[in-house]
């Protein structure tokens, strides 16, 4: 099991790394141009990366993410930066070009595939694992005892019950 401050360094470390490999491709429309093409190329990597880096963060709460969490993760940067390089990689469509769901095929692939994708498999994984991430009856017992400790805490009603 990996302690949580190494899984928070590492989702820092991907997110730094994500996020100066984005600043380096903006970067790269100021240089010459074989050197230019680089930087939508390296774009459809880093902004998936910064993405799921942002997710490791946020599932490092309760200690080791599940299993069902990392391999979500790794689908989604999968789905989203493959669609993105896959968009990338096909040839400009003519005017008269099949297309897909109404849309031109490459549009197609960003909407559909980086965009509704994630949308469905995220909330699945999501509600799969709700038991396991979020407050336990000890995290709640532990919050309750520190209201009771200091009963002049913001928010609480001047009988010690809450607010409204």
Not at 121 to 140: I, M, N, S, W
């Amino acid at each position: 099991m990996i302690p949580r401050s190494r899984l928070s360094l590492l989702g820092l470390r991907l997110l730094v790394t994500g996020v100066v490999g984005m600043a380096a491709a903006y970067a790269s429309a100021f240089v010459d141009p074989p050197v230019a093409c680089i930087g939508p190329w390296l774009m459809a990597v880093m902004v998936p990366l910064t993405m799921v880096a942002t997710l490791l963060l946020g599932a490092v709460r309760s200690g080791r993410p599940s299993r069902a969490l990392v391999l979500a993760f790794a689908v989604v940067f999968t789905i989203v930066a493959g669609g993105f390089l896959l968009a990338l990689a096909l040839p400009v469509e003519s005017v008269d070009a099949p297309l897909v769901a109404g849309l031109p095929l490459r549009a197609a692939i960003i909407l559909l595939g980086v965009g509704v994708l994630p949308l469905f498999l995220l909330p699945l994984v999501y509600a799969a694992t709700f038991d396991a991430v979020t407050l336990d009856e000890g995290d709640l017992e532990r919050v309750r005892q520190a209201r009771r400790v200091r009963p002049d805490a913001p928010g609480q009603g001047p009988d010690g019950g809450a607010a409204r």
